[in-house]
DNA sequence: ATTTAAATTGCATTCGAATGCAAAACTGCT
DNA sequence: AGCAGTTTTGCATTCGAATGCAATTTAAAT
C-alpha cells in the first residue's frame, strides 16, 4: 500500500537530502519536504482563511520562497473545480473600434482573480470551435462581444456556464447583458435637427445581422419618423471606414432631394462619409452637410473630425461586465440581469444649421 | 487497496445504471464506463497518434458524442506538464495602436493548438505580478510586447519559460525578438525632404524609456545629420494624439528658424501634430509644413491625414511571434533567434517641397 | 494539575487524463 | 492447428494541490 505518494529511493536514507532535479519546478511536496511539515499544511499556507498557526505560516513561507514555489493553478483547478479562467471571445471589429474594452475587461478581471482567455470570433463557425475550446479549458465563465447564435448559447446554458453579453443580447431568452440604449440621446440629437432646419437625413447601416447596428438603426428611424425629418435613404455600410465613404457615394446617385443630414450607425463609417464629402465631394461639413455617429471613439473627437455623435461608456460597460461574470462565477445559480447604460451626446463640430 | 479509481457504491451492482450526476460534466471515466472500456481506451481516442483499433474508436466516439465528452484540457495538462496556454503581454499602447496584432496574435495561437492567455501591463510593477501569475498557470510560453525589466526576464529565463519579444529586445542579453528595422526607409524618406529642400527638420519623440521610440528617434537623428538636414528641436511625446499636438505647440516657442519638416515618431502624434498645425496655427500642410510618421496604421490613411510614413508589417511579425513561440515551446533548446522586418513607405500626402 | 474545549496538523483520498508495462487479442505463416 | 510476431487493450500509477476526518497540540477553565 503506497501511503505515501512521493515514494522514497529505497538507497536514501533521507529525504531532505535528495536535491530538486534540475529544472523541474517546485511542488508543495518540495517545500513540505524542506520545511519538516505535511503538504496539507503547505496547501493551507496558500489558501486564504484557512487554519494555520502564525509559526507554522512562516516556516513555510521560508521554504517557499526558497524554493520560488508558487501554487500550480492548474492542479489547483482540478481539484477545486474552478479554472479562474474567463473566455473572452472578441470579434475583430471590438477589438479594432474598441481596443480599451478589451483592455479594461482583462485588467478588470485580473483585478477579480480572473484570468482572461482570449478567443477571436469572427464567423459563426469560429464561435462553434470557440465554444467547445472554452469548454475543454473549464472555463468559468464567458464574456461574449461577439457573434454567437441561440444554439451556441445554449449550449453553454446547459453546461451551466455563465455567459455574459457586451452590447448583443437575445430578446427572446433571458440572458446576462450589458448594453447602452442611446435611444434618448437619438431624441434630443434628432430634435437639435430638427431645429436647425433640417427635413430630409439619410442613414447608413451597420452590418445586417448585428444587432448593435440594427437596433441603432431603428431607433433612428422611429425618430427621425416622430420628429418629421423625411428618410431620403438608408443604405448598407459593414461598421468600416471605407463602406462610411462608399455609403455616402452611394447616396449621391439617387433620385430626389439629397438629404441635409447623414447618420451613421458607427462613428467609423461618419469619419468615411465625412472624408468622402469634404475631399471628393468638395462639400463643406458642417454648412453643406451635417454627419452624425454612434459610438463616441477618441478619433472622431480629433480636430479633422469633431464629430458629433453619441458616445457610449464602454469603460464603465466594461467593468460591468466583469462585475457580473464575476459575481456569477462566484454563484453560478443567480438571476439574469441587464445592465443598460445611457448614452451621452458629445456635440461636436459636425453639424450645423440646414441649408437653404 | 482502492485499486478502481471510481468506487462503486455498495448498493449498486451494476455501475451502468448510475446515472451522471445532473450538471456535472461527463469524464473519460463515464465515456469508458458507457462504451464498456477502459479509461485509457478513451484517452487513447482523443489523442492523436494512439495505438487505437477502428472499432474502438467508433464505441468510444459513439459514447464520447452522446456524454457531449470534450477531454478536460486541465487535468490533461497537469499529467502532460504542458498547458498550451501561451501569456501574451499586452500594454495600453500597443492594444491602442496596433489592435490587429493582438487579434492576429490570438488567431495564430489558436491555430497552432495554442490559447492566449491575455494579460495588460502598463507599469513595472504590473510586470512582476503579471509574470507570477503566468507562472501559476503553467503557460508554456510568453510573447511579451510590453515593458519587461532585464530582472524579469532572466526569472523567466530561469524557469525556462520561452519569451518573444514583440518590437524590444535587450541588446546586451541574448533573446527571441521580432523587430522592424526602418533605417533603410527613413534614409530614403530623409533623402526625399532634403531633394524637396527641407534644411531644417523637427522631431517629435516618443517616451523616454520606450526601445521603439528610442531606436527610431536615433536613426531618424542619424539619418537626418548624415544627409544635411539641421535638426531644429526634438521634443518629447508619449506616443498619443494629444502629445503629437502639444510637442507642435511647443516647437513654436523655441527661438530660431522654424523647421519645415516635422518628424514624429509614431503616426498618432503626427496626427495630432498635423492637426494642431492646421487648426490651430492655419498652416497648410504639406505646403508649409511636412509631417512624417511611423507605423502605419489605418486611420493614418485616412483622406483627412494621408499620412506619409513608414509602415510595420504588423501582421507578418504577429504571425513570426507565433511560429517562434510555437516553435520553442515544442523545443524548449531551441536557439535565439532574431527576426528582423524591413519597413516599408507609405508615400503619403503629408511631404511637399519646402516653401521658400 | 486536570479536564474540556478549541485550534492546529497530518493522513489519505480526490480531481481527470496520460502512459509504461504487461496481458490479451489478433495476424500471418508454416 | 500451432507458433511467433504484431497490434490493441487494460491495469495501475502519476501529475500537484485541496480537503474531510481523525489525531494531536495548545489554550482555557476549573
Chains 1, 2 share one sequence.
Not at 150 to 167: D, G, M, T, W
Not at 173 to 188: F, G, I, K, W
Request: proline share 4%; with cysteine; aromatic share 6%.
Amino acid at each position: 500500500m503506497a501511503s505515501n505518494p512521493r515514494k522514497k529511493n529505497p538507497s536514501e536514507t533521507d529525504d531532505n537530502i535528495i536535491p530538486l532535479i534540475k529544472g523541474r519546478r517546485a511542488t508543495s511536496y518540495d517545500v513540505a519536504r524542506l520545511a519538516g511539515v505535511s503538504q496539507s499544511a503547505v496547501s493551507r499556507c496558500f489558501k486564504p482563511g484557512s487554519s494555520i498557526s502564525g509559526k507554522m505560516r512562516e516556516r513555510v513561507m521560508k521554504a517557499a520562497k526558497k524554493l520560488e514555489y508558487q501554487p500550480n493553478a492548474i492542479a489547483r483547478g482540478l481539484i477545486t473545480q474552478r479554472s479562474n479562467l474567463v473566455a473572452v471571445l472578441v470579434s475583430g471589429r471590438l477589438n479594432l473600434y474598441y481596443p480599451e474594452a478589451l483592455f479594461k475587461i482583462t485588467e478588470q478581471l485580473s483585478s477579480a482573480g480572473l484570468r482572461a482567455l482570449l478567443f477571436t470570433v469572427d464567423s459563426e463557425e469560429d464561435a462553434e470551435t470557440v465554444i467547445e475550446q472554452a469548454w475543454q479549458f473549464q472555463v468559468d465563465g464567458v464574456i461574449s462581444a461577439s457573434h454567437m447564435s441561440r444554439e451556441q448559447y445554449k449550449i453553454l446554458e446547459k453546461r451551466q456556464i455563465p455567459v455574459v453579453f457586451f452590447n448583443r443580447y437575445f430578446a427572446d431568452h433571458p440572458n446576462t447583458v450589458v448594453y447602452c440604449d442611446p435611444a434618448e440621446q437619438v431624441s434630443d440629437l434628432v430634435e437639435q435637427l430638427y431645429e436647425l432646419g433640417h427635413r430630409r437625413a439619410a442613414i447608413i447601416k451597420g452590418p445586417e445581422k448585428n444587432m448593435v447596428s440594427v437596433e441603432r438603426t431603428r431607433i433612428v428611424t422611429e425618430s427621425l419618423t416622430r420628429t418629421g425629418i423625411e428618410i431620403a435613404a438608408s443604405v448598407q455600410g459593414d461598421f468600416s471606414y471605407e463602406s462610411g465613404a462608399a455609403g455616402f457615394q452611394h447616396l449621391q446617385t439617387l433620385d430626389g432631394d439629397a438629404p441635409t443630414a447623414v447618420i451613421c450607425i458607427n462613428d467609423m463609417m461618419a469619419m468615411g462619409c465625412m472624408d468622402e464629402a469634404r475631399f471628393v465631394l468638395g462639400l463643406n461639413v458642417p454648412a453643406d452637410l451635417s454627419i452624425v455617429g454612434f459610438d463616441g471613439i477618441g478619433m472622431g473627437q480629433f480636430s479633422s473630425y469633431e464629430l458629433t455623435t453619441i458616445r457610449q461608456p464602454i469603460g464603465r460597460m466594461s467593468e460591468a461586465a466583469v462585475k457580473m461574470i464575476a459575481d456569477r462565477v462566484d454563484r453560478p445559480d443567480q438571476s439574469h440581469e441587464k445592465r443598460v447604460f445611457e448614452g451621452a451626446v458629445i456635440p461636436g463640430g459636425s453639424i450645423a444649421r440646414a441649408p437653404t
